[in-house]
């Protein structure tokens, strides 16, 4: 019975949260190209799947957040042995998300993330600095993405340029 009340509120506070159209509120997709240059020396691809979310201060200003996770594999350059040549990796992070500019004319996005997330890359535990960039174009909008992430073992040392397509949900036209 919990779960369920639980669920209902869950549900009706997003279904609330799409239904006010103030800010950027968005879900994205985008595609990366990892690569990996100390231990493994890989490179590959990946795709991840984001919310975005920002509430606007000012005319010329909205803060908020931004969720993201995604997943894929890279493939060494010069492998150990023939059973050593591919690898999975794996990230979920959270950071700031801005808009600067005028909020109902194409604003601008920047986003950051200082290691508020967790990644796997062939076992090693890494956290990802993330800074995104990007502008909105009516409804859609488009962010780039670097990312830098360093294991805790100080075994794996990783780079991803990346690149997300999104569509906004919160209408900014008065």
Same mark, same amino acid.
């Given at each position: 019975?919990?779960? %369920?009340?639980?669920?209902?509120? /869950?549900?009706? %506070?997003?279904?609330?949260?799409? /239904?006010?159209?103030t800010g950027l509120k968005g879900l994205n997709v985008g595609v990366g190209v990892p690569f990996e240059c100390y231990d493994l020396k890989a490179a590959g691809a990946d795709l991840h799947i984001g919310f975005d979310r920002a509430y606007p201060i000012s005319d010329q200003f909205a803060l908020g957040f931004y969720l993201s996770g995604g997943g894929g594999v890279l493939g060494a350059f010069h492998p150990y042995n023939e059973y050593d040549r591919v690898y999975s990796m794996i990230k979920l992070s959270a950071g700031l998300m801005m808009e600067i500019g005028d909020l109902d004319d194409k604003p601008f996005l920047l986003g950051f993330s200082p290691c508020l997330g967790v990644g796997l890359l062939d076992m090693d535990l890494v956290l990802p600095i993330e800074i995104r960039f990007g502008r909105v174009l009516n409804n859609w909008y488009v962010m780039g993405e670097l990312t830098y992430g360093c294991s805790l073992a100080h075994e794996t040392v990783g780079f991803e340029p990346c690149i997300r397509v999104g569509y906004n949900f919160g209408n900014k036209k008065k």
């Open positions: 019975m919990k779960k %369920i009340f639980f669920i209902a509120i /869950a549900l009706i %506070i997003s279904v609330q949260s799409f /239904a006010q159209h």
